[in-house]
């Protein structure tokens, strides 16, 4: 029998399975979607690998290598991932070794040590200090902490006359946590009868005996009993000499935990348009008919109930539901409201997760053990089968597609999947994507819409603040005079109150007033942002950091100036000018640990701060009801993108933070500060008028000819040097010129917007066309000629849909 396997060699990507003899040891073990451990290349180096494919025959039966190992008895990936996969790599010009790494759990990445062999042990004798280092084994690890790094010349010498050989091991870190565990052997009234010869002093051994008297015949964690009946593990193990209980090693979940407790919910009763809505859905439901529902529903019009009764809808019909949230920080106020209503039926992924427990909740899945699975994007390739309905939530949100290979959308996975399990596809949005507006529009997909508030029916008012006029009238370019007086209004009345900013950091950047330097990146065209909390100017895209200087580097001089705010400086300047004021703050150096997301709005939540002031991270799904006034600090900052998608992009942010506003019985309110007070995507998100905007914005993209009337790729080429990677761009633009349709449009190549990250410098194609089968494939060839160009040290990436044009 034969395996085809999909070799994890970094270098050596190929879409091409290998082929391996299956050893009869194995030939009963092996199925279709296992990991193996196979030697690979001239030097039969052990790799880690998939099984695609098993098959009696083969056209290359001569010279095949045997599969070394079996890595674990169940299959990984079951048939449909396997079909998903290949799919996704396809469509998305990438690998499907990438696939498989990001369809599962971390821990089952392969990772490779290396070792050193002793082939001719005899030859070591004048060798003290390599005989040493083996001493009686015959392989050990070759790293730093084993072997001194001057031996190395020696070993490498060694080497060459085959007395060692260096080696590669495959380490499965796919770790099962175990727990002891015991159960009672003998009967009730044996145990009673111990307890009666008991001593009096032997009170620990009296409170095991009655336990044991009325304990589960089951397998019961040692921690716990030990615990509730303050015991300890010596009674416990001398209970196991005298033959009263069996111990063994139990295995147990690590299951993610929120910080505080989930009451339980009910399901509300849902009004006239939610209802109308759910019925759609639920029908579909139990139809078992592929179909995608547009629900576009206001901020607050009551979505999420939706979801939740669509989801207890499915699981009456003995079928599974997945439902994707954008991004970490909505997770676990999304992740409570599930677990809620469905408990522990519910298993969560998303990057917030430790391994351990990410592995042990794909576990739970994978054994149907769970039939509610809420997460992140990846959480698209959850194992669940069965599935009967699938929800994206803010469907809009760019986080749904990977910005390293592979770049698949979650919406075209998800819609792969309903389509192979005859499932109902809802993507929820107040504000959708143009794509899928534009699809609703032509009955691809269909439309639902919900356009009041659950709760009051009110949205709520917003005021546009002009800040140049607010700065001729001597404010400051932070806040408006109109906006403090909002703020300290709500403050009064003990209301909440959102503010955004869409800048982290302290200031944006340093500039000297004697000679105009501004201090830069090292390893990108950049200018440093100032973080005034550590004391150092970060760069937000590869991380280097240096001290804030007192002096100019480039004149000496000392008078240097501080342009631009970010949330650190909003946050020192709110205590200055409202001292009273509570703040929590909230962007990425404020999460960065376990669990603070969830901790900074719960304590938001009981009202143990007023102002909850972050980037856009709080702009989305956040539901207090004691939140009446939001304020947008600079609604210009996703308009100057260098981007297509820059107005979608600040009309769905400024309507979903005034969301935020008014969700409980007290009406809301929205201050929007900006110097483009007549935009059309500022204009219209204040009037919170979707539609509006969807028909204006689609004229535009049609006159522009950009999505979704044009399909886009993008084509990036990275180098060290500028010179290789513009030859690069040329070459395959060239190359590609020749092979397109006439209708498809080829723009640049051109520098990055940011000619050069992390030393790298960048060139791009842009590609917009309709329909164009031979571009598709020219892609698909040139991945594999990407490989080949990585050796000269030039990156392709491909990406299809782009939503980051740097
Ligand atoms: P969305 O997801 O559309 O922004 P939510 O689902 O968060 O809206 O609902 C907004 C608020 O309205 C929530 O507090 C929710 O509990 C409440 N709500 C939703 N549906 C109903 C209903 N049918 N009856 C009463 N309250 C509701
Ligand atoms: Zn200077
Ligand atoms: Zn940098």
Request: charged share 25%.
């Amino acid at each position: 029998m034969y395996a085809q396997v999909i070799v994890d060699v970094p270098t050596m990507q190929t879409n091409q399975p290998y082929t391996y003899h299956i050893p009869s040891l194995f030939s009963e073990a092996l199925i279709r979607g296992m990991r193996v451990v196979v030697p690979f290349g001239k030097g039969n180096r052990l790799v880690q690998g998939f099984v695609t494919d098993i098959s009696d025959t083969t056209d290359q039966p001569d010279k095949l290598k045997d599969i070394s190992q079996i890595v674990e008895l169940e299959p990984v990936l079951n048939d449909e991932l396997l079909q998903l996969a290949t799919w996704v790599a396809d469509y998305n010009f990438a690998f499907r070794i990438s696939v498989f790494q990001t369809m599962l759990p971390n821990v089952m990445r392969a990772r490779y040590s290396k070792v050193l062999r002793l082939i001719e042990p005899n030859e070591l004798n004048h060798l003290p200090q390599i005989q040493a280092l083996f001493a009686d084994r015959d392989e050990v690890p070759f790293d730093v902490d084993n072997v001194d790094m001057t031996l190395v010349p020696t070993l490498l010498k060694l080497q060459k006359k085959r007395i060692i050989e260096i080696g590669y091991v495959v380490n499965n870190r796919a770790k099962v946590k175990k727990i002891n565990a015991f159960k009672p052997i003998k009967s009730v009234d044996f145990y009673q009868e111990q307890r009666q010869q008991l001593r009096p002093s032997a009170v620990k051994q009296a409170r095991l005996l009655s336990y044991l008297m009325q304990s589960p015949q089951t397998f019961v964690p040692v921690k716990e009993v030990i615990k509730s009946y303050q015991l300890d593990y010596a009674v416990l193990k001398q209970a196991e000499g005298k033959g009263w209980i069996v111990q063994k090693p139990l295995e147990s979940y690590r299951i993610p935990k929120l910080s505080t407790p989930v009451k339980n919910s009910q399901p509300l009763t849902l009004n006239a348009e939610q209802q109308e809505a759910y019925i759609a859905i639920a029908n579909n439901i139990s139809e078992n008919d592929t179909k995608t529902f547009l629900l576009e529903g206001v901020t607050g019009s009551g979505k999420t109930e939706i979801y939740l009764q669509a989801i207890a809808k499915a699981l009456s019909e003995g079928q599974t539901a997945l439902m994707l949230v954008p991004e970490i920080t909505l997770t676990p106020q999304m992740v409570r409201r599930v677990k809620s209503r469905f408990g522990d039926d519910v298993a969560v992924m998303h990057s917030g997760l430790s391994d351990g427990e990410r592995y042990d909740e794909w576990r739970r899945i994978q054994r149907s053990e769970v039939h509610v699975v809420v997460g992140a994007r990846s959480a698209v390739f959850a194992p669940l089968k069965n599935i009967g309905l699938i929800i994206i939530d803010e469907e809009h949100e760019s986080s749904y597609k990977q910005d390293e290979n592979p770049r698949y959308h979650a919406r075209d996975v998800a819609q792969w999947r309903a389509n192979f399990h005859h499932a109902t596809l809802v993507l929820g949005s107040a504000t959708p994507s143009l794509e899928s507006r534009a699809r609703a529009q032509k009955n691809v997909y269909h439309l639902l819409t919900l356009e009041h508030r659950a709760t009051n029916g009110m949205l709520p008012e917003t005021q546009v603040v002009d800040m140049r006029e607010a700065i001729k009238h001597g404010g400051d370019d932070i806040f408006s005079p109109q906006l403090i007086e909002a703020i300290q209004n709500r403050l009064t009345k003990q209301e909440q109150i959102v503010l955004m900013l869409n800048r982290r950091g302290y200031a944006n950047f340093l500039v000297c007033r004697e000679c105009g330097f501004t201090p830069r990146c090292i390893n990108c065209d950049v200018a440093l942002t100032v973080h005034k909390d550590i004391s150092r100017l970060v760069c937000h895209y590869c991380g280097y950091s240096e001290t804030i200087p007192t002096k100019c580097k480039n004149c000496g001089s000392t008078r240097i100036r501080q342009f631009g705010s970010g949330t650190q400086k909003v946050a020192e300047q709110l205590s200055e000018q409202i001292p009273q004021a509570r703040v929590i703050r909230m962007d990425v150096d404020t999460t960065r640990r376990k669990g603070s997301t969830d901790q900074l709005l719960t304590a938001f939540g009981n009202h143990e701060a007023d102002i909850l002031l972050g980037t856009q991270m709080i702009a989305k799904g956040l539901d207090f009801a004691n939140v009446t006034l939001v304020g947008v600090l600079n609604a210009d900052t996703t308009l100057s993108l260098p981007d297509f998608r820059a107005s979608e992009r600040t009309f769905q942010l400024l309507t979903q933070v005034s969301g935020r506003a008014g969700r409980g019985d007290k009406p809301g309110k929205v201050i929007m500060q900006t110097f483009n007070p007549d935009h059309y995507a500022i204009q219209l998100a204040r009037q919170q008028d979707y539609e509006a905007f969807y028909h204006q914005e689609m004229a535009l993209r049609h006159a522009w000819k950009y999505t979704p009337y044009y399909f886009t790729i993008q084509i990036k080429f990275a180098h060290e040097k500028i010179d290789e990677s513009a030859k690069a761009a040329y070459e395959i633009a060239n190359w590609l010129k020749n092979i397109i349709d006439n209708e498809t449009i080829m723009l640049g190549p051109a520098t990055g917007t940011i000619p050069r990250i992390k030393n790298k410098y960048y060139y791009r194609l842009v590609i917009k066309y309709r329909h164009d089968e031979k571009l598709i494939q020219a892609l698909g060839s040139l991945i594999k000629k990407g490989q080949q160009l990585q050796k000269q040290g030039i990156t392709i990436i491909i990406d299809r849909e782009p939503i980051n044009f740097m």
